[in-house]
């Protein structure tokens, strides 16, 4: 999707329709060398996104059903 979006200057929601036509008539897709590259660095992006997330619902509490910690999961991922 992300290949399709910047080669074809379209949105992402474009870039998915090709992807998944493309997909239906049996074609494969294969990643950018540059999106492979950059695929560290986006690990250790999620990585410390899940550990702010685990944070902030350890603080509202273990039950993750709470009003709180559905308050708090939003507000983590809101901040991104």
């Known amino acids: 999707m992300l290949k399709y979006a910047s080669q074809y ?7 998915a329709a090709y992807v998944i036509g493309r997909r239906g008539i ?15 660095q986006i690990a250790d992006q999620v990585r410390a996104d899940i550990v702010r997330l685990k944070a902030a619902l350890e603080r509202a509490g273990t039950n993750k059903d709470t009003v709180t910690a559905k308050v708090a999961y939003k507000a983590v991922w809101l901040n991104f």
């Open 9 to 15: 200057g379209v949105s992402r929601h474009v870039a």
């Open 26 to 40: 049996g074609l494969q897709e294969r990643l950018p060398k540059r999106l492979i590259a950059s695929l560290p």
